[in-house]
Every structure is written in structure tokens, then in C-alpha cells.
């Protein structure tokens, strides 16, 4: 299943495009964490989209895994060299989530358990590019992989996925995230080899 509308942007690459240049294959997958995986009690999960405004719209996990959710299959891309391709998620559109947020927010700054952050573009939050995933391979996510779940935003380097995402906070300024504020390019756009600040 193709996860681009079709026809709507030319340069959007289909699942299993090839691989991003200076990336190698991998077929296991990888764990990359800056710090201890957060032990997330389900009774006790939310996940939040504040507005620039400061209106709210929040989520508990049965109010989350009740909204509709779809099958991703998709190419990740890391920037320490390695890609998988063709991984299978099943996730939560961001689309589907910012339906009821009223926002003109140019910016989107993606908050995890455990003090992780990650910066981008509202657009590239939007029109089936991110989901908030919470099964990989047919299973429930592994906390490794950041269940109970995490953003997926696989058109950028795979460093903008928080891993345990507890909130989106929408924002008329950029705000770097934990990587972007420690030289890691703003955006990340593999294809464009956007690894670091200068790229
Ligand atoms: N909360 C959190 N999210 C995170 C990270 C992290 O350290 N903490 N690492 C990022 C990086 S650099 C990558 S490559 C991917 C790795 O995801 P994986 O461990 O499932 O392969 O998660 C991203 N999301
Ligand atoms: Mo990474």
C-alpha cells in the first residue's frame, strides 16, 4: 500500500525507493537511544497537542487506540549510515490527530518520555508523512523501539521519530530538539544528505 497520495507531490518517494546516498542496508533493526528506555505504565499514558494558542486536545491510550489506524510500510533512514527498508507499522495518522486542532503554527516540536525532543516542520506532520506507530511487524512495539508508541516520520532521518512520544506542541518559532541543539541539521532530509548543522 502506497502511503502518498497520489500525484500530489512529484518528489515523494514510493516504499522501497532505494537507499539515500551514504546509507548501507541493514536487515536486523537497530536500537539507537541517547539514555535509558522509559518504563511507560499504559494507565498512566497520554499523549498531547498543545496549539500555539495553548489549547490542548488530549489523548489517554484507550481514547488514542480507539481513533482510526492504518497499516505504514515504509523506508527508515538513519543517520549513522544505516536504512531498513520496507518496515511495517501500524499507527495513528497525524492527520487523524490534528483534525480537531485549530492551529496556524508553522512549527512542531515532538516531546518523549524521558526528556527526548525532536524538531520539525508542521507540514512534514501532515498529508500521510507521520503517524504516531504503535505495532511493528504485526506485534505491539517493543519499548526498545519506543512503545507503547512512537512518532513515525519516515521521510526525514530517523532521529525525528521520537522514540515514546508523550505530545506534539505546535509553535510559530522553530525550536531545535535534542540533536538539532547538539549540530544535527535542522531538517534531516536523507535523500538531500541533511546529516549536519552546514549540510
Ligand atoms: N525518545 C527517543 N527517541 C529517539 C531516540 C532517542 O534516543 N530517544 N533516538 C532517535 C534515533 S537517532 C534513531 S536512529 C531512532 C532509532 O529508533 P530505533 O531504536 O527503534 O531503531 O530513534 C530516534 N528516536
Ligand atoms: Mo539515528
Known amino acids: 500500500?502506497?502511503?502518498?497520495?497520489?500525484?500530489?507531490?512529484?518528489?515523494?518517494?514510493?516504499?522501497?525507493?532505494g537507499l539515500p546516498p551514504g546509507q548501507y542496508l541493514v536487515e536486523d533493526f537497530p536500537v539507537l537511544s541517547a539514555g535509558p528506555?522509559?518504563?511507560?505504565?499504559?494507565?498512566?499514558?497520554?499523549?498531547?497537542?498543545?496549539?500555539?494558542?495553548g489549547d490542548q486536545q488530549r489523548w489517554?491510550?484507550?481514547?488514542?487506540?480507539?481513533?482510526?489506524?492504518?497499516?505504514?510500510?515504509?523506508?527508515?533512514?538513519?543517520?549513522?549510515?544505516?536504512?531498513?527498508?520496507?518496515?511495517?507499522?501500524?499507527?495513528?495518522?497525524?492527520?487523524?490527530?490534528?483534525?480537531?486542532?485549530?492551529?496556524?503554527?508553522?512549527?512542531?516540536?515532538?516531546?518523549?518520555y524521558g526528556g527526548y525532543s525532536s524538531n520539525l516542520p508542521l507540514e512534514d506532520l501532515t498529508?500521510?508523512?507521520?503517524?504516531?506507530a504503535f505495532r511493528y511487524d504485526g506485534e505491539e512495539l517493543e519499548a526498545e523501539h519506543g512503545g507503547p508508541a512512537r512518532l513515525l516520520v519516515p521521510h526525514l532521518y530517523f532521529w525525528k521519530s521520537?522514540?515514546?512520544?508523550?505530545?506534539?506542541q505546535l509553535l510559530d518559532q522553530d525550536e531545535p530538539g535534542f540533536w538539532e541543539s547538539l549540530g544535527y541539521h535542522n531538517y534531516g532530509d536523507p535523500w538531500r544528505e541533511q546529516r549536519f548543522w552546514g549540510d
Do not use: N, Q, Y
Request: include cysteine.
Open 162 to 168: 521520537a522514540k515514546w512520544v508523550r505530545g506534539i
Open 1 to 17: 500500500m502506497g502511503t502518498v497520495s497520489r500525484g500530489f507531490r512529484g518528489k515523494r518517494r514510493r516504499p522501497s525507493a
Open 127 to 132: 498529508v500521510h508523512k507521520a503517524w504516531i
Open 60 to 112: 489517554d491510550w484507550a481514547a488514542f487506540r480507539s481513533l482510526p489506524s492504518e497499516p505504514i510500510t515504509v523506508d527508515i533512514h538513519c543517520v549513522t549510515h544505516w536504512s531498513k527498508l520496507g518496515t511495517s507499522w501500524e499507527g495513528v495518522s497525524l492527520d487523524t490527530l490534528l483534525e480537531g486542532v485549530e492551529t496556524s503554527a508553522s512549527f512542531a516540536l515532538a516531546k518523549s
Open 37 to 53: 528506555t522509559p518504563d511507560i505504565d499504559l494507565a498512566e499514558w497520554e499523549f498531547t497537542i498543545s496549539s500555539e494558542t
